[in-house]
Nanobody, 116 residues
Framework: QVQLVESGGGLVQPGGSLRLSCAAS????????MGWFRQAPGKEREFVAF????????DYAGSVKGRFTISRDNAKNTVYLQMNSLKLDDTAVYYC?????????WGQGTQVTVSS
């Protein structure tokens, strides 16, 4: 079964850090461009970060550049999002997915709440 399961979210204070995980099953993440997205209450889902299938290229939304890092562990078939210097505006449900025409049905996501 082709599936993505996000985890690692939680409640964190402004300036704190979290690492999100996206465990894939039924396919090999290194064969696909993978991305992280987020959806805040009352807003559209938006792009956060991307890693090329080759692992040689990454890109980020301007709002997270310099604070978030996307990476991949081929042995664990998992994609990560390291989030540092978190801000109140980073509060959202975070999702991972394959990109472009390979996009899968969206999973449950993982909630990240930044609050003092």
């Amino acid at each position: 079964q082709v599936q993505l399961v996000e985890s690692g979210g939680g409640l964190v204070q402004p300036g704190g850090s979290l690492r999100l995980s996206c465990a894939a099953s039924g396919f090999t993440v290194r064969n696909y461009d993978m991305g992280w997205f987020r959806q805040a209450p009352g807003k559209e889902r938006e792009f956060v970060a991307f890693i090329r299938w080759s692992g040689t290229t990454t890109d980020y939304a301007g709002s997270v550049k310099g604070r978030f890092t996307i990476s991949r562990d081929n042995a664990k078939n998992t994609v990560y999002l390291q989030m540092n210097s978190l801000k109140l505006d980073d509060t959202a449900v975070y999702y991972c997915n394959r990109l472009g025409t390979d996009t899968l049905a969206w999973g449950q996501g993982t909630q990240v709440t930044v609050s003092s």
